[in-house]
């Protein structure tokens, strides 16, 4: 997609609310879509509010609820419920949301999807499709996404941002005496994601000049990346589990190449306006 600025926010806070430090990106952070959904020991800490900037068009529905996820977590909030939704219309192209900010005991009990992060492994709570009638011990539903737009609004300057997801409903486990390696091996599936959402981006970066030519190629290039990506996944596979002990080669592989990446380990790369 091509935006030409975000979407406005606007936080307000509750004056009864104990202080919270504000929480890094990486930790557990639930999103309700129900407000009348029950939550246990649960402290209001206020309200956030997402809307349209004037000109915004980098706003479907994931970037809005990323937008309030990350103002929640600057007042040290670790979960949001939106009590109003509202969709594109005729008064505006763009997703629109108000939802309130809690603090919650375990957060991670309403997570949808995590973003890959260097500091945030996965946990076996984070499968959450049911696992039974399945052919495999589990399997990570594991995609990147990437979009293109201006850095402020009328500026000449663009970036290309990609994110990396883990899809927890679309995930499954199931439980071993294995449940260690298993976790191990389903975590590479998440890096290997990952890095190939590094290449992506170096691959715009080599083939696209000016914000013209990102936009005629990106798609061809994430389609093919894509192709690779599944490719490699498979391969990992194939190789895997028929031999547990090369586990092991594909752990220092993975390592090897997002240190390699590491350049593109922001997901932003910046495009010239010609």
Same mark, same amino acid.
């Given at each position: 997609?091509?935006?030409?600025?975000?979407?406005?926010?606007?936080?307000?806070?509750?004056?009864?609310?104990?202080s919270?430090?504000?929480?890094?990106?990486?930790?557990?952070?639930?999103?309700?879509?129900?407000?009348t959904k029950?939550?246990?020991h649960?402290?209001?800490?206020?309200?956030?509010?997402?809307?349209?900037?004037?000109?915004? $068009?980098?706003c479907?529905? !994931?970037?809005?609820?990323s937008?309030? +996820? &990350?103002? =929640?977590?600057? @007042?040290?909030?670790?979960?949001?419920?939106?009590?109003?939704?509202?969709?594109?219309?005729?008064?505006?192209?763009?997703?629109?949301?108000?939802?309130?900010?809690?603090?919650?005991?375990?957060?991670?009990?309403?997570?949808?999807?995590?973003?890959?992060?260097?500091d945030?492994k996965?946990?076996?709570?984070?499968?959450?499709?049911?696992?039974?009638?399945?052919?495999?011990?589990a399997?990570?539903?594991s995609?990147f996404?990437?979009n293109i737009?201006?850095?402020g609004?009328?500026?000449?300057?663009?970036?290309?941002?990609?994110?990396?997801?883990?899809s927890?409903?679309?995930?499954?486990f199931?439980?071993?005496?294995m449940d260690?390696?298993?976790?191990?091996?389903?975590?590479i599936?998440?890096?290997? $994601?990952?890095?190939?959402? !590094?290449?992506?981006?170096?691959?715009? +970066? &080599?083939? =696209?000049?000016n @914000?013209?030519?990102?936009?005629?190629k990106?798609?061809a290039?994430?389609?093919?990346?894509v192709?690779?990506?599944?490719?490699?996944?498979?391969?990992?596979?194939k190789?895997?589990?028929?031999?547990?002990?090369?586990q092991?080669?594909?752990?220092?592989?993975?390592?090897?190449?997002?240190?390699?990446?590491?350049?593109?380990?922001?997901?932003?790369?910046?495009v010239?306006?010609?």
């Open positions: 997609m091509f935006g030409s600025c975000s979407p406005r926010t606007n936080v307000t806070l509750s004056q009864s609310a104990r919270y430090k504000k929480l890094a990106s990486y930790e557990p952070f639930g999103i309700v879509e129900s407000p029950r939550m246990s649960k402290d209001f800490i206020g309200r956030v509010e997402v809307k349209d900037g004037g000109f915004s $068009t980098n479907d529905y !994931r970037t809005v609820k937008i309030a +996820k &990350s103002e =929640a977590q600057k @007042i040290g909030g670790n979960c949001i419920v939106i009590r109003e939704h509202k969709k594109p219309g005729l008064s505006s192209t763009c997703h629109r949301i108000k939802a309130d900010v809690y603090r919650i005991d375990h957060p991670e009990t309403y997570e949808k999807e995590i973003l890959w992060h260097k945030r996965l946990k076996v709570r984070d499968f959450k499709a049911s696992a039974q009638n399945r052919s495999h011990l399997v990570t539903a995609s996404s990437y737009k201006s850095v609004t009328f500026s000449k300057d663009y970036i290309v941002e990609a994110h990396t997801y883990f927890c409903d679309l995930s499954y199931r439980k071993t005496d260690l390696s298993t976790l191990a091996h389903e975590q599936h998440f890096d290997i $994601t990952e890095l190939y959402a !590094r290449i992506f981006l170096k691959k715009i +970066k &080599s083939k =696209a000049r @914000i013209d030519e990102a936009l005629e990106s798609d290039i994430m389609r093919s990346i192709r690779q990506l599944q490719e490699k996944q498979n391969a990992y596979d190789q895997v589990y028929p031999d547990r002990s090369k092991k080669i594909w752990d220092s592989w993975i390592k090897a190449e997002l240190l390699k990446y590491q350049p593109y380990a922001s997901k932003i790369i910046k010239e306006s010609y």
